[in-house]
Antibody, heavy 121, light 108 residues
Framework: EVQLLESGGGLVQPGGSLRLSCAAS????????MSWVRQAPRKGLEWVSS??????????YSADSVKGRFTISRDNSKNTLYLQMNSLRAEDTAVYYC????????????WGQGTLVTVSS | EIVLTQSPGTLSLSPGERATLSCRAS???????LAWYQQKPGQAPRLLIY???SRATGIPDRFSGSGSGTDFTLTISRLEPEDFAVYYC?????????FGQGTKVEIK
């Protein structure tokens, strides 16, 4: 059974940092692109970052709203996806989902349950 | 950047009725990289349709997707009680991938 389990969310002050993790199981992790998608309270879905499957070169992509502040990475030996979030802002407050993709940018067939990040003083 | 506009914002229907949801793109979506997701309160989204018209694994055949270019449609042939939710379209053929703002299907 495919499972994605996020962790690392919480309350952080503006300007602070958090690292989210997504532990994957039930599938060959290094064969799939992975992404982070967020949802602000009572709002719609927003793509955050994606990382390609591992090969000779792993390619990462990020939304303009987080570029230079957030870094997506993966550790295939641990079947884990990460999102390092720095210089956090109030507008980054959201539930963050990790998702498995059949393409880099979509066709997200499995999602985690989400982890809440609250940026507030 | 491709902007997706979903309509209507809210659809009020009764169980057993047909639901037709629209997703219009500001530019042509390449290779029909268009997906539909369902989200219920407090839950993660669920993939319904990918490639504009292919049902994801385990999705009932009352859900169907159609369209190409800039106009796409999700149809639910006969609404079941569990189908009342928010539906999002997503284009994933170009960067950045974008989601529509969602259509809420509510019980009339």
């Amino acid at each position: 059974e495919v499972q994605l389990l996020e962790s690392g969310g919480g309350l952080v002050q503006p300007g602070g940092s958090l690292r989210l993790s997504c532990a994957a199981s039930g599938f060959t992790f290094n064969s799939f692109a992975m992404s982070w998608v967020r949802q602000a309270p009572r709002k719609g879905l927003e793509w955050v970052s994606s990382i390609s499957t591992s090969g000779a070169t792993t390619t990462t992509y990020s939304a303009d709203s987080v570029k230079g502040r957030f870094t997506i990475s993966r550790d295939n030996s641990k079947n884990t996806l990460y999102l390092q979030m720095n210089s956090l802002r109030a507008e980054d407050t959201a539930v963050y989902y990790c998702a498995r993709g059949h393409t880099v940018f979509g066709d997200f067939d499995y999602w985690g349950q989400g982890t809440l990040v609250t940026v507030s003083s | 950047e491709i902007v997706l506009t979903q309509s209507p914002g809210t659809l009020s229907l009764s169980p057993g009725e047909r639901a037709t949801l629209s997703c219009r793109a500001s530019q042509s979506v390449s290779s029909t990289y268009l997906a539909w997701y369902q989200q219920k309160p407090g839950q993660a989204p669920r993939l319904l349709i990918y490639g504009a018209s292919s049902r994801a694994t385990g999705i009932p055949d009352r859900f169907s997707g159609s369209g190409s270019g800039t106009d796409f449609t999700l149809t639910i042939s006969r609404l079941e009680p569990e189908d009342f939710a928010v539906y999002y379209c997503q284009q994933y053929g170009s960067s950045p991938p974008e989601f529509g703002q969602g259509t809420k299907v509510e019980i009339k």
